[in-house]
């Protein structure tokens, strides 16, 4: 059982930073794979990125690729994505996940997931 909570969503103007967190209980956090998604409204939960167990493996969403960074912490129990350049599409609200595959990218493959964050990009 893995509980995850997200945090550092917020407010941003276009161009802007923001890094997102991911805390996980438990002591087998470094046997998942985690993941970022995001739902923007009236729009299906798509993937963002996504990391191994080790952090030696990442995968990325076309739309966020070279603006975004997923990374882990494995003494922390914690994963991160760095978001920089952002833009108004961006806006949604983002959930990390952890999926016992390696690395996933489908909602389906993934068991565990956060209550999300609210990301707002303003133009």
């Known amino acids: 059982q893995v509980q995850l909570v997200e945090s550092g969503g917020g407010l941003v103007q276009a161009g802007g930073s923001l890094r997102l967190s991911c805390a996980a209980s438990g002591r087998t956090f470094s046997s998942f794979g985690m993941g970022w998604f995001r739902q923007a409204p009236g729009k299906e939960r798509e993937f963002v990125a996504a990391?191994?167990?080790?952090?030696?493996?990442?995968k990325y969403a076309d739309s966020v690729k070279g603006r975004f960074t997923i990374s882990r912490d494995n003494a922390k129990n914690t994963v991160y994505l760095q978001m920089n350049s952002l833009k108004p599409e961006d806006t949604a609200v983002y959930y990390c996940?952890?999926?016992?595959?390696?690395?996933?990218?489908?909602?389906?493959?993934?068991?565990?997931w956060g209550q999300g964050t609210q990301v707002t990009v303003s133009s």
């Open positions: 996940a952890a999926t016992r595959r390696s690395i996933a990218s489908i909602t389906y493959d993934y068991a565990y």
């Open positions: 990391i191994n167990w080790s952090g030696g493996i990442t």
